[in-house]
């Protein structure tokens, strides 16, 4: 149980593209979902919060207004990165917790983006 | 905000050897210590967690401890396998009663099983 899908898994685009990462919760349902972000060789670090129905709270430093964030349902959130430039190329991942509360998160498999 | 320490970066042990990795939290808000595992190219992979009100957990060859009296926790292996080489991270966040906050994590022990 507790499984998280994140699609797709490996994006190439040119520089101005936007790009929608989707992340879904297979077999529960997830108020909050978070989006991190991972540089090679270094930690997660966490960009915004989403729950679902609410606009999402982002933390300092990450602009929404670049990195727009969708949580309509229960089982999905969605991320996408507007006008992508090269230093946007991350391993972006997200992660779900379930209804309720206090409990675990769990994380997809990432998405590895890279802007030409 | 929350700042997570963890120690060592890298740590290689024998095969069947022990392997401990240490972290350290700032926020004494914080209630909720959750430990990963990452292969590469892949997400993290939730390995044993524990709350403040619970001093050790263990399940197998894992186990943590928590002291929250010095901000502490620690993640200890035994009998380390090949399969257990991986990068592991420490987390810390703070529970509320309205629902989960994000992880603040350390910056992660690439853990090498000697075989």
Same mark, same amino acid.
């Given at each position: 149980?507790?499984?998280?899908?994140?699609?797709?898994?490996?994006?190439?685009?040119?520089?101005?593209?936007?790009?929608?990462?989707?992340?879904?919760?297979?077999?529960?349902?997830?108020?909050?979902?978070?989006? &991190?972000?991972?540089?090679?060789?270094?930690?997660?670090?966490?960009?915004?919060?989403?729950?679902?129905?609410?606009?999402?709270? &982002?933390?300092?430093?990450?602009?929404?207004?670049?990195?727009?964030?969708?949580?309509?349902?229960?089982?999905?959130?969605?991320?996408?990165?507007?006008?992508?430039?090269?230093?946007?190329?991350?391993? &972006?991942?997200?992660?779900?917790?379930?209804?309720?509360?206090?409990?675990?998160?769990?994380?997809?498999?990432?998405?590895?983006?890279?802007?030409? | 905000?929350?700042?997570?320490?963890?120690?060592?970066?890298?740590?290689?042990?024998?095969?069947?050897?022990?392997?401990?990795?240490?972290?350290?939290?700032?926020? =004494?808000?914080?209630?909720?210590?959750?430990?990963?595992?990452?292969?590469?190219?892949?997400?993290?992979?939730?390995?044993?967690?524990?709350?403040?009100?619970?001093?050790?957990?263990?399940?197998?060859?894992?186990?943590?401890?928590?002291?929250?009296?010095?901000?502490?926790? =620690?993640?200890?292996?035994?009998?380390?396998?090949?399969?257990?080489?991986?990068?592991?991270?420490?987390?810390?966040?703070?529970? =509320?009663?309205?629902?989960?906050?994000?992880?603040?994590?350390?910056?992660?022990?690439?853990?090498?099983?000697?075989?």
């Amino acid at each position: 149980g507790a499984v998280v899908s994140q699609h797709p898994s490996w994006v190439i685009c040119k520089s101005g593209t936007s790009v929608k990462i989707e992340c879904r919760s297979l077999d529960f349902q997830a108020t909050t979902m978070f989006w &991190y972000r991972q540089f090679p060789k270094q930690s997660l670090m966490l960009m915004a919060t989403s729950n679902e129905g609410s606009k999402a709270t &982002y933390e300092q430093g990450v602009e929404k207004d670049k990195f727009l964030i969708n949580h309509a349902s229960l089982t999905l959130s969605t991320l996408t990165v507007t006008s992508a430039h090269p230093e946007d190329s991350s391993f &972006y991942i997200c992660s779900a917790s379930w209804t309720g509360g206090n409990q675990p998160q769990h994380f997809g498999d990432g998405t590895r983006l890279s802007i030409l | 905000g929350e700042n997570v320490e963890q120690h060592p970066s890298t740590l290689s042990v024998q095969e069947g050897d022990s392997a401990v990795i240490k972290c350290t939290y700032s926020d =004494s808000a914080s209630n909720y210590f959750p430990w990963y595992k990452q292969e590469l190219g892949k997400g993290p992979q939730l390995i044993i967690d524990i709350r403040s009100n619970v001093g050790e957990k263990k399940d197998q060859r894992i186990a943590v401890t928590l002291n929250k009296t010095a901000k502490h926790f =620690s993640l200890h292996i035994t009998e380390t396998q090949p399969e257990d080489s991986a990068v592991y991270f420490c987390a810390a966040s703070a529970y =509320s009663g309205g629902g989960a906050d994000g992880l603040t994590f350390g910056k992660g022990t690439h853990l090498i099983i000697q075989p």
